[in-house]
């Protein structure tokens, strides 16, 4: 498992789902459908999203911190 940073390529939006994808080993597709789909049931989806986009180091900074 790699650390969980947003990664400069490869992303649509905030690079959430590509970050998570990569952590887990899964496609980045696999895990933007997934995402989707968890959007039909009730919840906090997009707070979740929000939120991971906005404490997530990108890849640039969690790069130079380490």
């Known amino acids: 498992m790699s650390r969980l940073a947003r990664p400069t390529n490869g992303r ?3 690079g959430v789902c ?3 994808a990569r952590r887990f ?4 597709t696999t895990m933007r ?4 789909l ?4 009730p919840g906090p989806q997009f707070l979740l999203y929000i939120g991971l ?5 990108s ?5 130079t911190a380490w």
């Open 12 to 14: 649509m939006i905030g």
């Open 18 to 20: 590509a970050a998570l």
């Open 25 to 28: 080993g899964m496609s980045a």
């Open 33 to 36: 459908v997934l995402f989707l």
């Open 38 to 41: 968890s959007c039909l049931l």
């Open 53 to 57: 986009w906005i404490f997530l180091p």
């Open 59 to 63: 890849e640039e900074k969690a790069r």
